[in-house]
């Protein structure tokens, strides 16, 4: 278990999770659609996941692989609050557009 | 420690009480459980202990921060009750109390932290339950709106606070906020890159969370759209639990780093003070003026995060305090004319001079407290941020303070000229007992500090 997440150098899975995460928070700030951008948000706590778990592998330090179950709890939590939400919106303007939740300016 | 699990019992018991069909009975027995809780959370004062192996650990610190929000949300509590008076509300009234209940561990939980898991805990569960508050009206698409962009803001910003923990962890190899702080120590000449990366990761989140610009954006927003009670504990409690988490966090694992990220720090200081204060000047809605006079506030606080080389926590304390008691007095007061009028802007506030001189009166004490004139409260707190930047050799930084509390006068004016000098309108104002009591106490509060700032200078 441990050689095979060894067997990649770790600065490759910084590279990649800088990656993943860079790609999260493009569609954050590109998207409109509002699930695309809970998939981005989704996309972001992954990639720091991934982080975690190489970090915790090579140094041998089982923490991070811990926090990696925090963040998964508190991610599943987001979600079905941020789903909720996005459903009384539909609910009340029969779209998932993010721009039309303009309506509050300065 | 124990006031966390006490709170969160709380929280459950709010949650069995729609079973048990104690409803009415709801808000009065979780008054007096928070009493109860603040004066327990009293007995760790000087009593420094670690609980949970190191996860969280009860400092005087902590100690005077639990009780500061366990006063505010004792204070939204009471207010609830009068605020909750639709039918649709009080089907759902036992989970509203519940949600609070768990906002405030949250917020317990960022104020004892020791360990970065428990940061990201409490700041999730402080964000969580206020994304379903503040979008809790929801047949109102306003209210839709504030709790969905403050969700996407919340977790966007939670994200970057992740990466720069893993990042953290990467060089340190721990969780533990001392583990990081010893790593700093040692390595305080020639710090890992990753290092500060990770750091100014956090930085910018927490700026973020505390609604620092140019992070701002979100938080007029959501501050107009929620509904109001919801709007008051954000403006105080969040915005508290935020600054005295962020303050925990410079100081015990980047004092030594702060050098890297004192521009950032800064510029996003003067920033704050000069948007929240000029963007304040033009707005017509009332919980948007407070939502920028917020953001304002935000900046003097950062102010005392800037120089927090020279120990500001009890400077950072005391303006907390102030804020939050002169908060509380202008939204319990702005909640009743809301009602009366079923307007938020701030022409819902003519004439009330004349309809009801003592209601005025205590808004414009209020407002006053906020605007730092004295003998309020507001004043000292801002005196002692800014001395103790000043001590520290921020001379430019007060500049930009003074400054910008200066133009920070007029919109709190505004709000005066329109009670005392604009022709009145027809609805008739008057708060019922609670919201009498709530006003009353804040303001005694504000103004016995404001005469006996000594108590507080000291305390931590």
Same mark, same amino acid.
């Given at each position: 278990?441990?050689?095979?997440?060894?067997?990649?150098?770790?600065?490759?899975?910084?590279?990649?999770?800088?990656?993943?995460?860079?790609?999260?928070?493009?569609?954050? #700030?590109?998207?409109?659609?509002?699930?695309?951008?809970?998939?981005?948000?989704?996309?972001?706590?992954?990639?720091?996941?991934?982080?975690?778990?190489?970090?915790?592998?090579?140094?041998?330090?089982?923490?991070?692989?811990?926090?990696?179950?925090?963040?998964?709890?508190?991610?599943?939590?987001?979600?079905?609050?941020?789903?909720?939400?996005?459903?009384?919106?539909?609910?009340?303007?029969?779209?998932?557009?993010?721009?039309?939740?303009?309506?509050?300016?300065? | 420690?124990?006031?966390?699990?006490?709170?969160?019992?709380?929280?459950?018991?709010?949650?069995?009480?729609?079973?048990?069909?104690?409803?009415?009975?709801?808000?009065?027995?979780?008054?007096?459980? %928070?009493?109860?809780?603040?004066?327990?959370? #009293?007995?760790?004062?000087?009593?420094?202990?670690?609980?949970?192996?190191?996860?969280?650990?009860?400092?005087?610190?902590?100690?005077?921060?639990?009780?500061?929000?366990? +006063?505010?949300?004792?204070?939204?509590?009471? #207010?609830?009750?009068?605020?909750?008076?639709?039918?649709?509300?009080?089907?759902?009234?036992?989970?509203?109390?519940?949600?609070?209940?768990?906002?405030?561990?949250?917020?317990?939980?960022? +104020?004892?932290?020791?360990?970065?898991?428990?940061?990201?805990?409490?700041?999730?569960? %402080?964000?969580?339950?206020?994304?379903?508050?503040?979008?809790?009206?929801?047949?109102?698409?306003?209210?839709?709106?504030?709790?969905?962009?403050?969700?996407?803001?919340?977790?966007?910003?939670?994200?970057?606070?992740?990466?720069?923990?893993?990042?953290?962890?990467?060089?340190?190899?721990?969780?533990?906020?001392?583990?990081?702080?010893?790593?700093?120590?040692?390595?305080?000449?020639?710090?890992?890159?990753? +290092?500060?990366?990770?750091?100014?990761?956090?930085?910018?989140?927490?700026?973020?969370?505390?609604?620092?610009?140019?992070?701002?954006?979100?938080?007029?927003?959501?501050?107009?759209?929620?509904?109001?009670?919801?709007?008051?504990?954000?403006?105080?409690?969040?915005?508290?639990?935020?600054?005295?988490?962020?303050?925990?966090?410079?100081?015990?694992?980047?004092?030594?780093?702060?050098?890297?990220?004192?521009?950032?720090?800064?510029?996003?200081?003067?920033?704050?003070?000069?948007?929240?204060?000029?963007?304040?000047?033009?707005?017509?809605?009332?919980?948007?003026?407070?939502?920028?006079?917020?953001?304002?506030?935000?900046?003097?606080?950062?102010?005392?995060?800037?120089? %927090?080389?020279?120990?500001?926590?009890?400077?950072?304390?005391?303006?907390?305090?102030?804020?939050?008691?002169?908060?509380?007095?202008?939204?319990?007061?702005?909640?009743?004319?809301?009602?009366?009028?079923?307007?938020?802007?701030?022409?819902?506030?003519?004439?009330?001079?004349?309809?009801?001189? %003592?209601?005025?009166?205590?808004?414009?004490?209020?407002?006053?407290? #906020?605007?730092?004139?004295?003998? +309020?409260?507001?004043?000292?707190?801002?005196?002692?941020?800014?001395?103790?930047?000043?001590?520290?050799?921020?001379?430019?930084?007060?500049?930009?303070?003074?400054?910008?509390?200066?133009?920070?006068?007029?919109?709190?004016?505004?709000?005066?000229?329109?009670?005392?000098?604009?022709?009145?309108?027809?609805?008739?104002?008057?708060?019922?007992?609670?919201?009498?009591?709530?006003?009353?106490?804040?303001?005694?509060?504000?103004?016995?500090?404001?005469?006996?700032?000594?108590?507080?200078?000291?305390?931590?």
């Amino acid at each position: 278990m441990e050689n095979s997440i060894q067997s990649v150098p770790q600065n490759w899975y910084l590279l990649l999770s800088t990656f993943m995460f860079c790609i999260g928070v493009m569609g954050v #700030l590109l998207r409109r659609n509002a699930i695309i951008i809970l998939m981005c948000i989704e996309l972001m706590l992954n990639a720091v996941n991934l982080l975690l778990v190489s970090y915790s592998s090579y140094a041998g330090n089982a923490e991070g692989q811990v926090f990696v179950f925090f963040i998964m709890v508190v991610a599943a939590a987001e979600v079905a609050v941020g789903l909720a939400l996005l459903v009384s919106i539909y609910r009340n303007v029969a779209s998932t557009d993010i721009d039309i939740l303009n309506r509050m300016k300065w | 420690m124990n006031t966390l699990i006490y709170t969160a019992c709380l929280g459950l018991f709010g949650l069995l009480a729609e079973i048990f069909n104690l409803r009415k009975y709801l808000i009065p027995i979780l008054v007096l459980g %928070l009493a109860v809780i603040f004066s327990l959370n #009293l007995q760790t004062w000087n009593n420094p202990q670690t609980h949970f192996n190191g996860m969280l650990s009860d400092s005087n610190f902590s100690t005077a921060f639990s009780g500061l929000a366990l +006063f505010i949300m004792l204070i939204i509590l009471i #207010l609830s009750g009068d605020f909750y008076t639709s039918t649709d509300d009080e089907k759902h009234i036992s989970d509203y109390m519940a949600i609070l209940m768990f906002t405030l561990c949250g917020a317990l939980m960022m +104020f004892s932290f020791s360990n970065m898991a428990m940061l990201f805990l409490g700041i999730e569960t %402080l964000s969580i339950s206020l994304y379903v508050m503040a979008g809790s009206r929801r047949f109102e698409v306003k209210s839709n709106e504030a709790g969905f962009k403050y969700f996407l803001m919340g977790s966007f910003a939670s994200a970057f606070l992740l990466f720069g923990i893993a990042l953290v962890f990467g060089v340190t190899g721990t969780f533990s906020i001392d583990g990081i702080g010893n790593y700093m120590r040692m390595h305080a000449d020639k710090l890992d890159p990753l +290092f500060i990366v990770g750091m100014l990761l956090m930085i910018f989140a927490m700026l973020f969370k505390v609604s620092a610009a140019p992070f701002h954006f979100w938080a007029p927003d959501v501050y107009e759209g929620a509904p109001s009670l919801i709007t008051a504990l954000m403006s105080t409690l969040v915005k508290i639990a935020a600054f005295a988490a962020f303050y925990r966090l410079l100081s015990t694992c980047f004092v030594f780093a702060l050098g890297k990220a004192e521009i950032v720090l800064t510029v996003s200081c003067a920033a704050t003070l000069l948007v929240g204060n000029l963007v304040a000047l033009v707005q017509d809605n009332f919980k948007r003026l407070l939502a920028y006079s917020g953001i304002s506030h935000a900046g003097y606080m950062l102010l005392a995060i800037i120089s %927090l080389q020279g120990r500001t926590d009890s400077a950072l304390f005391l303006y907390s305090v102030g804020y939050a008691v002169a908060s509380l007095a202008a939204f319990a007061i702005a909640i009743t004319v809301f009602k009366a009028t079923g307007t938020e802007s701030i022409s819902g506030f003519n004439g009330l001079a004349k309809k009801n001189p %003592l209601l005025a009166a205590s808004l414009t004490m209020a407002m006053l407290s #906020l605007a730092g004139i004295p003998p +309020f409260a507001g004043f000292f707190g801002k005196y002692f941020i800014f001395s103790e930047a000043f001590r520290n050799g921020w001379q430019n930084m007060v500049f930009v303070a003074i400054i910008s509390s200066i133009i920070g006068v007029f919109y709190y004016m505004k709000v005066i000229v329109a009670m005392y000098s604009k022709p009145a309108n027809e609805f008739e104002i008057k708060p019922t007992f609670a919201y009498q009591m709530v006003i009353a106490v804040c303001l005694i509060i504000s103004i016995v500090l404001g005469l006996y700032p000594g108590v507080f200078t000291k305390l931590l």
